[in-house]
């Protein structure tokens, strides 16, 4: 009797890790969306004060898109083996996380300096919400970079499979929480808050 051997094919599969990271991703994308939704409806009901965002929101905006090209140069330059660039890098993304989120609480406080608080009207605090949501989310991306630096600094700085995906997992969160904002933003500049 002979056996028949199947061929095996190499697929091209996602790891795990980054699959279960994108399907949270894509949760905390449908909270968002259901926020900005729920902003929607109860704009159409009336008793809404429209206000220009304050300029700290656009320029934080900045500050964590610069932080994004900063992981991903950080991300490159640890593949390259580039010690010096990865970690320098990579504590610029932290720092500029940080710098992130103090602008937004400047802009929260000039909110507050525009008669605009969280009780005030629902534009209002759909916006101290709807941000310090975000901003929730920003700390988690910063406890995940301190984890990352402790090993860009802590361990010897070795191209691994293992390191590759832990960075890749940094990498990918980071991206989320920066574009995430930039949509919120657009999101609250067309409706004019």
């Known amino acids: 009797m002979q056996t028949v051997k199947l061929k095996q094919t190499k697929r091209n599969k996602i790891d795990p890790k980054i699959f279960a990271l994108l399907l949270a991703c894509a949760s905390m994308t449908m909270v968002f969306l259901a ?75 000039q909110m507050l300096t525009m008669g605009i608080e969280l009780n005030t009207n629902p534009s209002g605090s759909f916006v101290y919400v709807i941000s310090g949501m975000h901003i929730a989310h920003v700390f988690g991306g910063l406890g995940v970079l301190i984890t990352a630096l402790l ?19 940094t990498l990918i969160y980071w991206h989320f929480v920066d574009f995430l904002w930039i949509y919120l933003l657009i999101f609250f500049t067309l409706q004019k808050v």
């Not at 090993?151 to 997992?169: D, G, Q, S, W």
């Open 151 to 169: 090993h860009a600094f802590l361990l010897e700085h070795r191209v691994t499979e293992k390191r590759i995906l832990r960075f890749r997992l």
């Open 35 to 109: 926020y900005t939704s729920a902003y929607i409806i109860r704009q159409a009901a009336g008793n809404w004060l429209e206000f220009r965002l304050p300029n700290e929101f656009f320029i934080s905006t900045g500050i964590l898109f610069l932080s994004s090209i900063c992981i991903h140069f950080s991300y490159r330059f640890f593949k390259k083996k580039n010690t010096s660039l990865y970690r320098g890098l990579l504590l610029l993304t932290l720092v500029l996380g940080i710098i992130f989120i103090y602008i937004q609480y400047l802009g929260w406080q």
